[in-house]
C-alpha cells in the first residue's frame, strides 16, 4: 500500500488543528457523511435484497422494516470503524498526512465498536421474533399447537440470552477491558457468583427441566399453589401465567420444579357433576321415567364417554323436593365447547322434564303459596 492521497509538503491541508491535520479533519467529515449515505443505502436496498431470498410476509416485515435502521447504522459505522484504523496505521508511515492526538487514536476506533455493537444487538434482538414465524412457515395446518407455542418461547429465550452475552463481550471489548484477564477474573469469583446468583441459576435449570420433562405447554391450564391460569411463555428465568382474571403471573421456574403441578389440560375427559331439585308433588313414576330418558341422553350424547360411570339418579328426599344428582364425562377439546355442549344438555333436560309435567323445585314460589 503507497499510502493515503498524499497532499503537497506545504499544502494547508497539512497544517494542524487541535493536534490533527487539516486532511485528517476532512477525512473524518468524509466518514460522517458516508456513515449517513451508506445507512441510507442499506436501508433502501437491504430490504429489496431480502425479499428476493425470503418468501414469508411476516419474516420480511420483521426482518426488513423493524430493524433496517439497526442494520444500517451497523453497516455505516462498521465501514467508518475499518476506515479509522486504516487511517490510523497510516500515521506510522513517513509523510502520511493523517494526524491525530493520542486521545483520538485512543478512543475514537473504541467509540466506532462500541456503537457497532450495540447496533448489532439491537439488529439481532428484533430479529429473535421471525422464529414465530420461521415455525409458522413450516407448519402444515398454520394453526400453531401448545408443543409449537413452547418451542418458539424456549427457542426466544435462548437466542436473546445469547445475543445479550455476545453482545455484551463485544462491548466490553470496545471499551478496552482485557477479556483474557475478565475471563481468569471470572474463575476466580466463579463460586462468589455462584453463590450470589444461585436463585437464577435454579429458575434456568427449572425452565430446562420443564422443557425436557413437558409436565405443561404454552396454552395449558394449570394450578401451582395458590396460582391458577393458562401459561402463554416459558422463559429461561420465569414462567408467565394469566388468570381468569385476566392479570399475570410471573412464576420463577425453580418454583415449578419443587411445587406439585395440577395441569387441567392434560385431562383425558372434564367430569361434570350437578344437582337437580324437583318438585316433592312430582309423580314417582315420571321421576323414574325422567332419570333414565336423561340418563339415555347423556350415554347417547356424541360427547361424552365413559357411559358405565355415568349416572342420573334420586339421591335425597326432602320435604320440599326430590334432589336428583347427575353425573357424566365430557369428551372435549376445551372450556369454551364443553360450554356449549352442557347448554345444550341443560335444554334437552329441561325439555325432558316439560314433556313429563315435572317441575323444578323453587323455594321462592312455594313461600307465595
Known amino acids: 500500500m503507497n499510502g493515503l492521497w498524499e497532499p503537497a509538503a506545504d499544502s494547508t491541508l497539512r497544517d494542524e488543528f487541535f493536534g490533527f491535520t487539516n486532511f485528517t479533519l476532512l477525512a473524518i467529515l468524509g466518514l460522517l457523511v458516508m456513515i449517513f449515505i451508506v445507512r441510507l443505502l442499506t436501508m433502501r436496498f437491504a430490504p429489496t435484497v431480502l425479499r428476493t431470498i425470503i418468501r414469508s410476509e411476516a419474516i420480511k416485515s420483521k426482518t426488513v422494516q423493524d ?39 485512543s478512543f475514537l476506533p473504541s467509540i466506532l465498536q462500541f456503537i457497532v455493537a450495540i447496533a448489532v444487538v439491537v439488529w439481532a434482538f428484533r430479529l429473535v421474533n421471525i422464529v414465530h414465524d420461521v415455525v409458522m412457515m413450516f407448519d402444515s395446518d398454520d394453526q400453531l399447537d401448545g408443543t409449537e407455542k413452547t418451542l418458539i418461547s424456549a427457542l426466544q429465550s435462548t437466542l436473546r440470552f445469547i445475543i445479550i452475552f455476545v453482545g455484551a463481550v463485544f462491548v466490553a471489548d470496545s471499551m478496552g477491558f482485557d477479556l483474557t484477564s475478565l475471563i481468569a477474573g471470572l474463575g476466580i469469583s466463579g463460586l462468589a457468583l455462584a453463590l450470589a446468583a444461585k436463585d437464577s441459576i435454579s429458575n434456568f435449570f427449572g425452565a430446562i427441566t420443564v422443557l425436557l420433562d413437558r409436565p405443561f405447554k404454552v396454552g395449558d391450564w394449570i394450578s401451582v399453589g395458590t396460582a391458577e391460569g393458562e401459561v402463554i411463555e416459558i422463559n429461561l428465568r420465569t414462567t408467565l401465567i394469566r388468570t381468569s382474571a385476566d392479570t399475570i403471573i410471573t412464576m420463577p421456574n425453580a418454583n415449578l420444579v419443587n411445587t406439585p403441578v395440577e395441569n387441567w389440560g392434560k385431562r383425558r375427559w372434564r367430569r361434570w357433576q350437578t344437582q337437580l331439585h324437583l318438585d316433592i308433588n312430582a309423580d314417582g313414576d315420571a321421576v323414574n321415567t325422567f332419570c333414565e330418558r336423561v340418563l339415555k341422553t347423556i350415554e347417547s350424547h356424541p360427547k361424552t364417554l365413559k357411559e358405565d360411570a355415568s349416572f342420573c339418579q334420586v339421591s335425597m328426599i326432602s320435604a320440599t323436593s326430590l334432589d336428583v344428582d347427575i353425573n357424566l364425562y365430557w369428551d372435549v377439546s376445551g372450556g369454551v365447547e364443553e360450554r356449549q355442549e352442557r347448554a345444550k344438555l341443560i335444554i334437552d333436560i329441561k325439555n325432558i322434564a316439560e314433556d313429563l309435567g315435572i317441575e323444578f323445585y323453587d323455594g321462592r314460589v312455594r313461600q307465595q303459596r
Open 67 to 105: 430493524s433496517d435502521k439497526a442494520l444500517g447504522t451497523a453497516v455505516g459505522v462498521g465501514l467508518a470503524y475499518f476506515l479509522v484504523t486504516v487511517m490510523i496505521d497510516d500515521m506510522s508511515r513517513v509523510g502520511s498526512p493523517v494526524l491525530m492526538p493520542d486521545l483520538a487514536v
